[in-house]
């Protein structure tokens, strides 16, 4: 049956004559998946023990990390229009939750596949209610759900320098479905209360640093100095011609 299917979705690809489609279903089958290479610790030393590696990838993620220190810091109480002192998940948020899941990602330590709540998400999103409002109304979570599998990427130079790395974590896709929903309801009641600053541009939907510096360039001193610079540019320019 499997063999079937995947000869059917490969002839699919030929048929369609999509070239984007063709090498995209290529680079997954050629992709190098493999473990990382030889890894050069801090004392120059090449290391292609899994276990050594792992220690060195685990002290300079731990050493990159940024410690909470406890500490809240003061902002002026604006004035709210609604009050979130609780989140109550329903079947729809389930729905819109898994439905936003990767189907390709790999799960988390408690192996269960984000493929499986996809496929089975009208079957699941009963269930899954029950239990998350449980959780949410005691307060806690699974102990599982606080794990997760570190997996370094590398970025850019050298593959055998642990700085050129970057952690990705894989957590348990339940958790995920819940944090996503937690996520929407902190966000939406954020916004209707009009509490982020209209600089915020991190962590928010249509936004990110390349909008930040749109915003830098076209607002604010610096376009008062670059139009300065311009005019004196054009007039040392004018009189040169003439």
């Known amino acids: 049956m499997l063999q079937s299917r995947q000869t059917s979705v490969e002839e699919n690809i030929i048929t369609a004559n999509n070239l984007g489609a063709f090498y995209r279903f290529i680079n997954k089958r050629i ?16 290391l ?16 990159v990390g940024t410690v909470d220190n406890g500490i809240i810091p003061e ?8 009050v979130l002192d609780s989140i109550v998940v329903v079947e729809s948020d389930i729905l819109w939750s898994i439905s936003r899941l990767k189907i390709s990602s790999s799960s988390g330590p408690d192996n269960i596949p984000p493929l499986l709540f996809v496929k089975l998400k009208y079957c699941l999103c009963y269930p899954l209610t029950y239990i998350f409002n449980q959780l949410l109304s005691v307060g806690s979570v699974p102990p599982e ?19 050129n790395y970057r952690p990705i974590s894989l957590t348990c896709v339940a958790s995920k479905i819940l944090e996503r929903i937690v996520c929407r309801k902190i966000i939406d009641h954020l916004h209707s209360n ?10 928010l939907k249509r936004r990110s640093t390349t909008t930040n510096l749109l ?8 376009v008062y100095r670059l139009n300065i610079r311009l005019l004196l540019y054009t007039s040392i320019f004018r009189r040169r011609l003439m």
Request: proline content about 5%.
């Open 194 to 203: 009009n509490i982020l600053h209209r600089a915020q541009h991190g962590f």
């Open 31 to 46: 992709a190098n998946r493999s473990n990382s290479g030889p890894i050069i610790n801090a004392s120059g030393q090449t």
């Open 75 to 82: 902002c002026k109480s604006p004035v709210l229009h609604s």
């Open 145 to 163: 759900w606080r794990n997760a599998f570190i997996t370094p990427v590398h970025k850019k130079g050298a593959t055998g320098v642990v700085q």
């Open 48 to 63: 292609m023990d899994s276990t050594a590696k792992a220690n060195v990838f685990n002290a300079y993620f731990s050493s």
């Open 215 to 222: 915003e830098c360039l076209t607002t604010g001193p610096y």
